[in-house]
Every structure is written in C-alpha cells, then in structure tokens.
C-alpha cells in the first residue's frame, strides 16, 4: 500500500493535553502524532491501554480541542465535527426512543442534507447493507449486540462520510460475534468503498482489517511504529492461523509490549 | 453473510418463544389471587363485625358501607363534593404541569438558571407543603383557591425536579454522538435531551399524582365548604364511619385510576424500554 500524494487524512505533529483536576497538573496525552491515511485505506491504531488512541480519534472528527500541530482532512484542517466523517463508538450508543431505521439516518437528519423520502430511503438502502433488512422498524433492545453494532455502523456511514472513525467498536461484543463482525466490516467497507481508521486492543483484529496498523508509544503518545501489513488484499478467517499473521502478531505484541513496560518503570519511579 | 442469517433466525426464534400460548389461569394467576384474597379479606371483615368481634361504630363493614354509598348518591351531595375536589385537583396539577415541565427543563439546561432557583426549590421541595397551609388559607380563603394552591404548590416540585433531573443526567454518549453529527445545541435539545427525559417526567407526574391527592384531602379538611375531604372530616367529627369509608374508597379509587392511566400513558411512550414490556 503506498501512500497517495494527498491522503485523505493527515495529522501532522498534533498535540493534545489535558489539565489534571487531581495533581494540579497538564499531562500530555499526544505529543506530536504524524500520521496519514490513502483515500480507501484503512488503518487500524494499537497501543498500550490509555495511551490516547480515543483522544486522537476524537480530535480527527473535531470532537476534541488540538493543542499543537493539526489534522487535514483532503488538505483542509479540521476545527468542527463535519459530514465528510462519522464516528462508530465503543458502545453502540443507540438511542432506545428511535426504530433500527429511525437511528441509522439520524445523521441525515441532523444535517438535514436530504428529502424525509430521500432520507428514508437511503436509510433502508443502509440497513439491507449491514444485513438487517426486515429489522427496520426494530427497537435497538430488541437486537443483539452484534447486531446493534451493526445499525451503528450503517448510521455513521448514512450521512456517506468520506472517512470513518472506529473506536474498538467490537469490544464488547463476545469472541465469536467479533470475529464474524470483522469479516462483515470489510465487506461493507469494500462495498462502500471508505477510508477508515479503526481502534482496537486487539492485535489479531488490527492485521486482520489493515493495510498498516499504527503502533502508539506509552503516554504522551507518538506514532512508534507503522507496521505494513503484506498479506493478500482478500481477507478471510482462516488468514489468522498463517506463519505469516502470527509473525505480525508477534511482532506488534512486542512493541506494545516495551511500551508497557516502559510506561510501568515511569510510575514505579 | 452465513453469519447474518444465523443472528436473525435466532431473534426470530427467541421472540416467538417469549409468547408461548399458555392456560388461561397461567397468564392470569397473579390477578386471580389478588381478587380471591381481596373478597376473602371483605368477607372476614363483614364477618368479624357480623359475630361482633369487633364494634361497626369503629370498623364499619363492607355492607355498611355500600348502604352508605347509597344513600349518599341519593341525597346528591356526593355529586356536588365530587364536582369541588374533582376541578381543584384537575387546576391545581393543570397548572402545575404547564409549569413544572418547562421550568425543569430550563434549570436543567441552563445553569446559571439552576442556580438562581434551586436554593428555592430545594427548600420548598424539602418542606412537606401542607405545612404552608394556614398562610395559603390566609391568602385564598377557604374555598377553590386555596385548594387549587396547594394541589399545584404539592405538585409541581415532583414534576419539576424530575424533569430537571431527566434533562441534565443525559447520556454523555449520546451527547458525543450527536456531537459527531454536527448537532446544533437546538438539535441535540431537541432529538437527544427532550426525548430522553420522557421517563423521568412521567415519574414526576405519577408522583405528583400522589401529593396531589394528599394536598386535596388535608387542604379539604383544614377548612373548606364541599369536596370530599370535608365530607369525610364533617362525617368523622359525627361519629359517621360508614361515610369517612366511602370517602376513603373514592379517594383510593380515583388515585388508583389515575395512576393506571400514567401508567398506559407511559406504556406508550416508552415502548422502547425493555422493562416496560409486558
């Protein structure tokens, strides 16, 4: 996968830091991310627990305040949430008061980008794309978890977003239910033909989705590591038992790894 | 795809089985046994006072009471106590209502409002309010005024409080998400904060429902003309239990009713939630 001469995202040397209530303190949380993403890539971000991988999806979708440095969107820096991206959280977020249908064109609706027939009908387009069709007027208690995360998805990629942020959007799904999601992801992905960014924990999930995975440092975060992931462009389950995967995994495991420990000499210090 | 259609043949499966046809004592068996413990109960009541174990000038009886009931329709004054309690109540969290609701969600959306008014309500809300009776009587008289005022003064702190509540205890997440979206503070007012407080203003109102009654009887009784509450307290004072009975089972009723009809109101607007299912 090479680099495109204008990615589609771009942070260039971004800071984030927070003031800590607690130690009367800033702690910085990024310091100085670069990174960037070919239009139709997905990469996915792994990293020690609580190195700042949310803070950073945050701040591309303009949730988030940027200290230093920024983030370009198609060349342009981003300062506001915008409908070129959309946002899968961790918990499915759904809201119980509205219908499968009524949440997944939620976005359209904020944005009032499209007709109520339009809208509509671009939601059901959606929901049959996630494999939920029948399931429309369905309230999201009435779902699995597997599948509202499902509904999630196809209500981010609604308002048709350029690049998707995923934040560890299977975690919470059981080990079967995630294995099968990730297979199901990349095909909506292909079909949809979108950019992506994807946070996980999950070392198997992240070479199992990318093209690069993004290894963060211990906090403040950098960008440790961009690991290419050189296996065949059609992904299936089986992908995770090769020589070649486990290597991968192996190889990640590690750097995470010196991570950790880099970080738990900092606090025992 | 095998994946998909295993998920929805599951579902499928699951909400077919949570409806399995069962006997009619089966799905009924709760109400069942309430309504033969309930006749048993009236039985043993007209019973004990029928063997005399126990004085009617006291206990009054299931009998005595449908007599009294009677007699009371016949004369046509339990028309007219009704009329009173029934438009004091029905002004009273009227009003309450179409203030409470709308106050609460501005102190819980804006803060600084919160802050000009909660020390009031507060206090207000933890003073029981029947004790301002004597100054509302004071200020309205013993008739419709002073009963409407203290219905709406029992009222409208549940409400208020409960939708202040409902709209600043809103999901972070949810807020993130419309956040995302690129929501407006209108929009997220609109399609995230209003429809989550929906519960919470239910419960407000099913609480209000409560005082509501306690404000009418005990107003009713400190000083009034007619109404239920006076009915019931001029029928104590002589030594009429059988009365102060059919006062009570009117009163019991109506608060009964009434919060069933909360209830269906919130059946159907939280058919989303899980617990509200039956």
């Known amino acids: 996968m090479s680099i495109a001469p204008t990615p589609k995202m771009q942070a260039r040397g971004l800071r984030i830091g927070f003031y800590n209530e607690r130690i009367k303190k800033r702690l910085n949380v990024l310091d100085g991310i670069d990174l960037s993403v070919a239009e139709g890539e997905l990469v996915c971000i792994v990293g020690p627990s609580g190195c700042g991988k949310s803070t950073f999806l945050g701040a591309v979708d303009g949730l988030t305040r940027i200290d230093g440095g920024d983030v370009l969107i198609d060349g342009h820096a981003v300062t506001a949430p915008g409908p070129d991206r959309a946002m899968v959280f961790q918990h499915d977020s759904l809201f119980p008061w509205r219908t499968v249908l009524q949440n997944v064109v939620y976005g359209i609706e904020i944005q009032n980008s499209m007709s109520k027939a339009d809208m509509n009908d671009r939601g059901r387009q959606l929901v049959e794309l996630v494999g939920l069709k029948g399931f429309e007027d369905h309230f999201p208690h009435e779902l699995s978890g597997g599948m509202r995360q499902r509904v999630n998805i196809a209500r981010a990629l609604a308002p048709d977003p350029e690049l998707l942020l995923l934040d560890e959007p299977f975690a919470a799904l059981d080990a079967q239910t995630r294995e099968f999601m990730q297979v199901e992801l990349l095909k909506i992905l292909n079909r949809a033909k979108k950019t992506a960014l994807f946070i996980t924990h999950q070392i198997d999930e992240a070479i199992f989705l990318s093209n690069r995975v993004a290894v963060f440092s211990a906090r403040p975060a950098k960008v440790k590591e961009i690991v290419e992931i050189d296996l065949p462009k059609e992904r299936s389950l089986a992908l995770k038992h090769e020589p070649r995967f486990r290597d991968l995994q192996a190889y990640i495991w590690r750097l995470i790894e010196e991570e950790s420990a880099r970080t738990g000499l900092v606090t025992a210090s | ?278």
Do not use: C
């Open chain 2, 1 to 278: 795809m095998t994946a998909t259609l295993n998920t929805q043949t599951t579902l499928r499966d699951e909400t077919e089985d949570a409806a399995p046809r069962r006997s009619f004592y089966a799905s009924n068996e709760s109400t069942i046994i309430g309504t033969i413990s309930v006749v048993a109960f009236l039985f043993f009541w007209e019973y004990a006072v029928a063997a005399k174990w126990v004085n009617a000038l006291f206990t009054s009886s299931p009998l005595r009471i449908i007599t009294a009931g009677t007699a009371m329709v016949k004369e046509g004054t339990i028309w007219q106590d009704l009329a009173t309690s029934g438009i004091e109540f029905g002004l009273g969290f009227g009003l309450a209502t179409i203030i409470g609701v709308p106050l609460g969600i501005l102190m819980g959306w804006y803060r600084r409002l919160n802050a000009v008014l909660e020390p009031f309500v507060n206090a207000l809300y933890a003073t029981p309010r029947i004790a301002l009776l004597p100054l509302i009587v004071i200020w309205f008289g013993i008739d419709l005024g002073s009963k409407v005022a203290i219905v709406f003064l029992s009222t409208v702190f549940p409400i208020l409080v409960n939708t202040m509540v409902g709209i600043r205890t809103v999901e972070r997440d949810f807020i993130k998400v419309a956040r995302s979206f690129g929501a407006s503070d209108r929009q997220l007012f609109m399609t995230v904060a209003l429809p989550s407080t929906v519960p919470f203003l239910l419960t407000g109102l099913r609480l209000g429902l409560g005082h509501a009654l306690i404000g009418i009887v005990v107003g009713e009784m400190y000083g009034a003309t007619s109404g239920i509450g006076y009915m019931m307290a001029v029928a104590g004072a002589t030594f009429q239990t059988d009365r102060v009975m059919v006062g009570i089972i009117i009163i019991a009723a109506s608060g009964m009713i009434m919060t069933q009809m909360l209830k269906m109101i919130e059946m159907r607007f939280e058919k989303w939630r899980v617990d509200s299912r039956s």
